[in-house]
């Protein structure tokens, strides 16, 4: 039971990584959108930044969109997977089977 408790406590924890990671990506995502709305808007008012076309930039964005939509479906399942492996752990948590100082213990090696 320890060692389930303890695996499921690793889990957290990659986990975790995973979303920490996934949610800087939509952030980098998002910026390089943001970016791409100020090109495109530069763009109609007459200013060609870098010699880019705006065909260019509207596919960069729409790629842009595609993979913030694929991240942030992503982030969501990582989300619903920490939230299973709690619901389990703290299942696995009554006061018969397991104690908060055990439980210390699992979190110190799992870390």
């Given at each position: 039971?320890?060692t389930q408790c303890s ?105």
């Amino acid at each position: 039971m320890i060692t389930q408790c303890s695996r499921l406590v690793k889990d957290i924890q990659k986990n975790e990584e995973k979303l920490s990671n996934l949610k800087r990506s939509l952030a980098e995502f998002t910026e390089a959108n943001n970016s791409r709305d100020k090109e495109i808007k530069e763009h109609e008012s007459g200013f060609t930044p870098k010699n880019i076309s705006i065909i260019d930039i509207i596919k960069d964005k729409k790629n842009g969109e595609e993979k913030i939509t694929t991240l942030m479906t992503k982030i969501k399942m990582v989300e619903g997977n920490i939230k299973e492996k709690r619901d389990e752990l703290k299942n696995l948590r009554n006061p018969k089977s397991i104690t908060e100082g055990e439980l210390g213990v699992l979190r110190t090696i799992a870390t």
